[in-house]
């Protein structure tokens, strides 16, 4: 089992840039795609997007694709998001999450066992 803690949150303006930090502990952090959602207040969990056990693939939602960027880093166990030109709809408190070992990549929460606390991230306009 892995546990997850996320950093980096915080109040920008529009168009600034953030990184938030997911860190891992437990073994064989890199036996797991690891995810980023996020969640607006009355809003259910939305994917942000994902990397793969090496770091070598990665997915994002449309919403972020071009402005948002996933690595990791399996010898930190810490998995980043560098997020540029923020806009106010990227307001939410953001999930860093880890599915199954040996599990394929998904958009679906609920493929993804294991959860942080979560960190907010609110763009002013």
């Known amino acids: 089992q892995v546990q997850l803690v996320e950093s980096g949150g915080g109040l920008v303006q529009a168009g600034d840039s953030l990184r938030l930090s997911c860190a891992a502990s437990?073994?064989?952090?890199?036996?797991?795609?690891m995810a980023w959602f996020r969640q607006a207040p009355g809003q259910e969990r939305e994917f942000v997007g994902a990397v793969s056990w090496r770091g070598g693939s990665t997915w994002y939602a449309d919403s972020v694709k071009g402005r948002f960027t996933i690595s990791r880093d399996n010898a930190k166990n810490t998995v980043f998001l560098q997020m540029n030109n923020l806009k106010p709809e990227d307001t939410a408190v953001y999930y860093c999450a880890a599915a199954p070992p040996g599990s394929t990549w998904s958009s679906r929460p609920r493929s993804y066992d294991t959860w942080g606390q979560g960190t907010q991230v609110t763009v002013s306009s």
């Open positions: 437990g073994r064989s952090f890199s036996s797991y795609v």
